[in-house]
């Protein structure tokens, strides 16, 4: 390999990613019965993709009504985090869903725009956590955590609205 090529190495396929979704999926039933509505917001990119195959399995274990939305970040201006497509978001569990949590500091963002709102309580979901948490945003539920240096990164891969890998290279 030239020195431009970067060996993948794959830490998720696309049967393992969806089986890691669908026990997130039973724990986010377990954690939350009993409760009147979940709003999952996927984080703008993969973190949708994600938080697509979530409702997907949550709909065929849960019988409390779940609806989604998308947390826009724009890289430039963070601060300006926004949340799109979502309503009712008082009084109601909210999950925020993103693809892999490096260092926190997405989720964190993404959480800025729920300040506007009175959810019941927001939990964090990731289908792939890093070790690196250099801001206090730890996910409440984690597909696979995966202990790597800090010069390797961890990037999923999807195809339409499912994932179809999770490398590290």
């Known amino acids: 390999m030239g020195p431009d090529i970067v060996a993948k190495n794959s830490i998720l396929d696309a049967d393992a990613a969806r089986r890691r979704i669908r026990r997130m999926a039973y724990e986010v039933a377990e954690q939350n019965t009993g409760e009147t509505g979940i709003v999952i917001l996927g984080i703008?990119?993969?973190g949708e993709v994600v938080a697509g195959q979530l409702r997907q399995e949550l709909s065929s274990i849960f019988t409390v009504p779940v609806s989604t939305g998308i947390?826009?970040?724009n890289k430039k201006a963070p601060l300006d985090a926004r949340i799109d497509g979502a309503?009712?978001?008082d009084g109601k569990v909210i999950l925020v869903v993103d693809d892999v949590s490096n260092t926190g500091k997405t989720l964190l963002y993404a959480l800025k725009p729920l300040l506007s709102f009175q959810p019941k309580k927001i939990q964090t979901l990731v289908l792939v956590e890093r070790s690196h948490k250099?801001?206090?945003v730890q996910p409440d539920f984690v597909g696979l955590s995966v202990s790597t240096t800090l010069q390797e990164h961890i990037t999923v891969e999807t195809d339409g609205t499912i994932v179809t890998g999770a490398f590290l290279h």
Request: net charge neutral.
């Open 44 to 46: 703008e990119g993969n």
């Open 71 to 73: 947390v826009r970040i």
């Open 87 to 89: 309503t009712g978001i």
């Open 134 to 136: 250099l801001f206090a």
